[in-house]
């Protein structure tokens, strides 16, 4: 997915009905649902930003912490092969597993994304 919308820290999806002939989308990165749509972009983008406040208010409201995409954790599987061979690399550069694949993530992912 290349379109994202960013407000107050928050990631929005922006899809198109083609049938409906409406925009739509949903708060990404978290696992609370947050839509909104619009019938034009300017409305969609507006719709977003008031779904982030409305959500924002409600979980305060409600009293409870409001899900953040990007806790700084994820689980991937990756296989016991790559594993013993990460855990290798990751000793012979004298780096834990994690600083060695954190490295190694920077690298690659740092010339696919504009922030």
């Known amino acids: 997915m290349s379109d994202l919308m ?24 978290i696992r609370d649902l ?3 749509e619009g019938n034009t972009a300017k409305q969609l983008k507006s719709a977003f930003e ?23 954790s994820l689980n991937v599987r990756i296989g016991k092969e790559l594993h013993r061979r990460i855990a290798i690399a990751a000793t012979n550069g004298d780096l834990s597993i994690n600083s060695y694949i954190k490295a190694i993530l920077e690298k690659g992912v740092d010339k696919r994304i504009d922030t």
């Open 50 to 72: 008031e779904a982030v406040d409305d959500y924002l208010a409600t979980c305060k409201q409600r009293q409870v912490e409001p899900e953040i995409p990007f806790k700084g």
């Open 6 to 29: 960013h407000y107050k820290g928050y990631y929005g999806s922006v899809h198109l009905d083609q049938e409906e002939l409406i925009f739509h989308g949903k708060l990404e990165y």
């Open 34 to 36: 947050v839509s909104y």
